[in-house]
């Protein structure tokens, strides 16, 4: 039903598009020499996932202010150009629109899948206008044929057996349930998990969906109860995650309660408190564990006084990589760019040395856990080059 659905919204999506190119919506390859370059970033700025929305913002006015610093890009400086799309189809659908009716070059954003599915075929549609995406992780994002859809997160095909590896080989779990709010990216983290534990490990998980925004989940957190799990891995958001961990431990469970890369915000521990403790994520490194982003945890901070989120240096280098391919292609034009995207190879980002596939996918992906304790999250665990569990450096 999830699926028609997108379907039908990328099919209304596409037909918008095409009415705004009609009415006189045009690409920025028009633009005068003199202006800005407007990069989009289509994300939640409203709603319950508007922190995340706000980091990834803030991580792309940063990469701004450093290349117009050295001169911008073809002497040129980068606009950062926001749109809120409540992380919902079809209001991603209209934010896309928006961005194109702004002259935007190029994207880089995209927090929720199910929103940047329809986003990414309004782009498409007007010109091929390359989408870098920080946080979309669904797999059918990159595998639709388009030739203008590139990542610098990995896919929920990587995380999923990334995740089920830990659970069998780390947890030593035998009693599995895997639970995901039916969003697209939730429902597709959850599937692949699924998938993994029964074809890897012979774990056979039992599967669970709730509805996303409820304050309650004191009923189905007593039926996992009742099925004496060794861990629950919950696939979808932060908000009920922090929820979850909260009601689970009123009700005395014990289980290990484990989160996929949407539970990585710090709102999971202030809704959460002190339950919180022993939760287990897995995620893209967050920029406190990467030596390589020291600096720019340091320039967030004293920028925006707080730490940044999980998603804000992925942006930076959305950004950035987006900007150097303009500047490779000496050109804003949209085809140029992709053509320029579409060679880049070890490139050196704030969260490390990435190129880009065929289909625009990042390449190597990178996972770790982190665990949280005295309610801060701590790195935890990584596979080495060998394919043991050791802790993250």
Excluded at 232 to 261: H, I, N, P, S, V
Excluded at 288 to 307: E, H, M, P, R
Aim: aromatic fraction near 8%.
């Amino acid at each position: 039903m999830q699926t028609k659905r997108l379907a039908a919204l990328v099919a209304t999506a596409a037909t918008a598009s095409l009415l705004l190119a009609a009415c006189g919506g045009s690409t920025s390859t028009s633009s005068s020499a003199s202006q800005p370059i407007a990069i989009g970033v289509p994300v939640p700025l409203s709603g319950p996932y508007a922190s995340a929305g706000q980091d990834i913002v803030n991580g792309a006015k940063l990469a701004a202010a450093k290349i117009n610093k050295a001169g911008g890009v073809l002497g040129r400086k980068i606009e950062i150009v926001p749109a809120d799309d409540q992380c919902d189809p079809q209001v991603g659908a209209q934010a896309a629109q928006k961005l194109v009716s702004q002259n935007v070059v190029g994207i880089a954003g995209g927090y929720c899948s199910g929103a940047s599915l329809p986003e990414s075929t309004v782009f498409h549609s007007q010109g091929d206008l390359p989408f870098v995406m920080d946080a979309s992780t669904n797999p059918q994002l990159t595998e639709q044929g388009f030739n203008d859809i590139f990542r610098t997160i990995g896919r929920d095909d990587e995380q999923g057996p990334f995740a089920a590896n830990f659970i069998a080989n780390y947890l030593h779990a035998k009693k599995v349930v895997v639970m995901d709010d039916n969003t697209t990216y939730a429902a597709g983290l959850a599937a692949n998990t699924i998938s993994a534990l029964k074809s890897q490990y012979g774990i056979t998980a039992d599967h669970e969906v709730i509805t996303a925004g409820q304050s309650d989940y004191s009923s189905v957190l007593t039926k996992i109860g009742q099925m004496h799990p060794d861990v629950l891995y919950y696939t979808g958001y932060f908000t009920e995650a922090g929820l979850l961990l909260k009601q689970a431990r009123a009700q005395g469970l014990k289980f290990t309660m484990m989160g996929g890369d949407a539970t990585n915000d710090p709102t999971v521990l202030s809704t959460a408190g002190a339950a919180a403790n022993g939760f287990i994520i897995t995620t893209s490194p967050l920029a406190q564990f990467l030596g390589t982003a020291s600096n720019y945890v340091s320039q967030y901070q004293a920028a925006y006084n707080k730490a940044p989120g999980p998603y804000s240096v992925y942006e930076y280098d959305a950004v950035s990589v987006l900007a150097s391919a303009i500047k490779s292609a000496g050109s804003t034009n949209a085809k140029k760019i992709d053509a320029a995207l579409h060679q880049v190879k070890d490139y050196k980002g704030l969260t490390g040395t990435f190129s880009f596939n065929k289909i625009g996918d990042r390449v190597p992906a990178a996972y770790i856990t982190i665990i949280v304790k005295n309610g801060q999250f701590t790195a935890y665990q990584e596979l080495n080059s060998s394919g043991q569990w050791v802790p993250v450096p």
